[in-house]
């Protein structure tokens, strides 16, 4: 019985000694892959911030200005004036063609026929919602 | 164990038949068992001393080999975590209120030389003086070869010259990684953000610090390192900063100017959108202080925040709302203005020796810019409380604002607060404040009386300030500057659909040896707009201007500053999203806005 638990002892131990060999190894690697990693991470920021002086430095309002004259006749930018902002409600607004479907929401009436909304009555031909009319883009574009 | 009786039958009835005392031999046993006792103890005692003392010594051996390790190996970063890897930068960036850059850090490298390892230094002296322009050969070849073992050769340089010095291949020159602080927008704001420079210097890095402006006034918080990753955001908006510039050196060049600021400021919370003065120069290059000539010509001199000037007649305003705060006039009182006006051995004249008189009222004074009516004004407020008020309103002290520059700019006023005092600090006279103080407060009476100071920073949560004037006061002080641009010294101001609401002021340089320069005037105009709902404030300040288009030069600041002005209101007020109102909305109720 004795001898059989001193070679199982060694043999536990020796398989012991082992993993422990392995592990250690295992996470030295680790280690390095870790320390490579952050040294990647760290070369990327650092590009990041670089991409981000460039970025800034190629959109520099002296150079997009200079850029707007150079390329005027293909472009045709000018200066943000007054007179391209309005109230939605000056704008003349086109009549869609078509008639408007429910999907638009509110309390429509659609020419004659059905009625969606199974409040008001279909009577009088093409009737839209006053909203419709006052929006605007440059509403959006300025809240 | 077994225990030896202290009194053994055998030998006490040996002893008694011997007629002994048996005692004797109880006491014998007796004193051996206690021997033994105590040699035991002793041995014991001894043994937990040995041990006590391995482990005593056994302690200080680890602590001393881990202190000897520690001590020996080289410092090294805790690789295992994943912290650290965040922050970069030693110095965080500076953002416009968009979030677009103004300020970053950019890696470059650094030059230095060890002479020692020099295999030829006159090659090399040769070469870098070839590569680097501003180097001289001769000197530089000397300090290679004076037998010094380290030498700085430039503190930063760009890729394709750290390739020319590569290419030398001489063993004695080093770079080093070097984080340098970059302003991608050139000369924009070049005044608000003033510039850094290295400050403690090694091979491996370098510290960033700041010199002037914002860089050096927020030094401490854009080097802390916990924050390092978070940008520090200004009032500052890029697109209006670079509109506001583009058009006062326009209009500086138009004016035949030598200089000229603008401040664009929200009146709600002393926001500063665009902060301008020209000449202005390029932070990444920030030429040295000026040694000779007056400072305020440099080009480094801040105009908007360091310029103190006599503001001139932009001050009625403040005279005329004091005025109505303390009941003594309403809007339509009349009062005496008939010019000119006699103060012992003083003068008071209008311009161009005008006679608004005999009586005006306030809004007039205000419209027509009379100073006799603002001097009348000021002697019914009285100088004490004139005084009081323009302190209060921030116009006597130097500008608050994150830049560290602004704690320089003192106000210039005299030191006894005499009536002739009160009288032409009435009309913006004898007493000179920052345009900033200016813009300030007229942002205080487009706040509706309530005190606004600046800043340049980002939402900011601040405490709102105290009450100076009654909203109606206000209000009414608004309706009169838009008088002014309606039908008073400044209508070129009106611009259509933002109801421009301003000041002209004109005031003359002084000289060297005293009096004042009728050629070299000071320009300014404040405004508020739009006056119905007031949101942005204006200062336009213009130095040495004449406008020659007519027969002949005219200096008021109704044909120099407020056109300038008027511009960059109409550029400016769209890209701020403001809608115009549409013609005619002045005239009913004030509804366009909001």
Known sequence: MRPLLYLSTAVIVMALAFWAYRENYATQAALRELANLQDEIAGLREDIAMQRAEWAYLNRPARLKELATVNFDRLMLLPLEPEQLADGKSAAMPVPPGPATAADGGTLVITGAANTSGETGGTAGKARKSDDVTADPTDKAFP | ?594
């Open chain 2, 1 to 594: 164990m077994i225990r030896t009786p202290l009194r053994p039958l055998a030998l006490i009835l040996d002893a008694r038949a011997k007629g002994e005392n048996p005692d004797v031999i109880e006491r014998e046993n007796l004193r051996l068992r206690h021997e033994a006792m105590r040699d035991k103890a002793k041995s014991r005692a001894d043994s937990r001393l040995k041990l006590l003392v391995v482990v005593v010594i056994a302690t200080f051996v680890v602590i001393g080999v881990r202190m000897g390790t520690l001590a020996a190996t080289e410092p090294v970063e805790p690789r295992a975590s994943v912290h650290g890897t965040e922050i970069l930068a030693s110095r965080a960036d500076i953002v416009d209120r968009q979030g677009r850059v103004l300020a970053t850090n950019m890696l470059t490298h650094s030059l230095y030389a060890q002479p020692r390892d020099m295999v030829d230094p006159a090659r090399a002296a040769a070469e870098l003086a070839r590569i680097f322009p501003d180097l001289d050969a001769a000197t530089l070849e000397r300090r290679f070869t004076d037998g010094r073992s380290f030498l700085w050769i430039r503190k930063v340089m760009s890729p394709e010259q750290m390739q020319a010095v590569h290419d030398i291949g001489d063993p004695g020159l080093y770079f080093g990684p070097r984080e340098m602080r970059l302003y991608p927008n050139g000369t924009l704001a070049a005044h608000v953000l003033g510039g850094a420079s290295f400050g403690a210097e090694g091979v491996d890095s370098a510290e960033i610090i700041g010199t002037a402006g914002l860089e050096k006034a927020e030094d401490a918080r854009l080097r802390d390192p916990a924050l390092a990753g978070q940008p520090l955001q200004l009032s500052l908006d890029l697109t209006v900063q670079a509109t506001v510039e583009d058009l006062l050196a326009s209009g500086m060049k138009m004016m035949n100017a030598k200089g000229a600021a603008a401040i664009l400021m929200e009146a709600r919370t002393g926001e500063i959108l665009a902060l301008a003065s020209l000449p202005d120069f390029d932070p990444n290059d920030r030429p040295p202080l000026p040694t000779s000539g007056q400072p305020s010509d440099s080009p480094l001199f801040n105009r908007a925040v360091q310029g103190v000037y006599e503001l001139g007649s932009t001050f009625k305003i403040f005279a005329a709302a004091q005025a109505m705060e303390l009941g003594l006039v309403g809007p339509d009182s009349l009062v005496e203005a008939s010019a000119p006006m006699r103060w012992g051995k003083f003068t008071i004249r209008e311009f161009q020796d005008h006679n608004y008189g005999p009586q005006a009222t306030v809004s007039d004074i205000i419209a027509k810019s009379s100073n006799v009516g603002a001097a009348h004004l000021a002697l019914m407020i009285g100088g004490e409380r004139q005084r009081a008020f323009l302190t209060a309103m921030g116009l006597l002290d130097a500008p608050k604002v994150e830049l560290v520059e602004a704690p320089g700019a003192k106000a210039l006023i005299p030191d006894r607060w005499s009536d002739i005092v009160t009288i032409t600090a009435g009309y913006g006279h004898g007493i000179a404040s920052s345009p900033l103080n200016l813009a300030a407060a007229y942002a205080t009476i487009a706040n509706g009386g309530v005190k606004v100071t600046p800043t340049l920073l980002h939402g900011l949560a601040r405490a709102p300030g105290p009450r100076l004037l009654s909203e109606k006061v206000a209000a009414d002080a608004v309706a009169m500057m838009r008088r002014v641009v309606t039908e008073g010294t400044a209508t070129l101001a009106d611009v259509a659909g933002y109801e421009v609401a301003g000041k002209t002021g004109t005031a003359e340089k002084p000289k060297k040896g005293g009096g004042y320069d009728s050629d070299k005037v000071i320009n300014t105009f404040a405004c508020v707009f739009p006056a119905s709902n007031p949101k942005y404030v204006l200062i336009v300040t213009l130095d040495e201007p004449v406008e020659t288009s007519g027969p002949e030069p005219r200096r008021t600041a109704g044909w120099t500053a407020v056109p300038v002005a008027a511009e960059m209101i109409r550029r400016v007020a769209p890209l701020l999203g403001l809608k115009p109102a549409p013609a005619g909305a002045n005239d009913g109720p004030k509804t366009p806005f909001e």
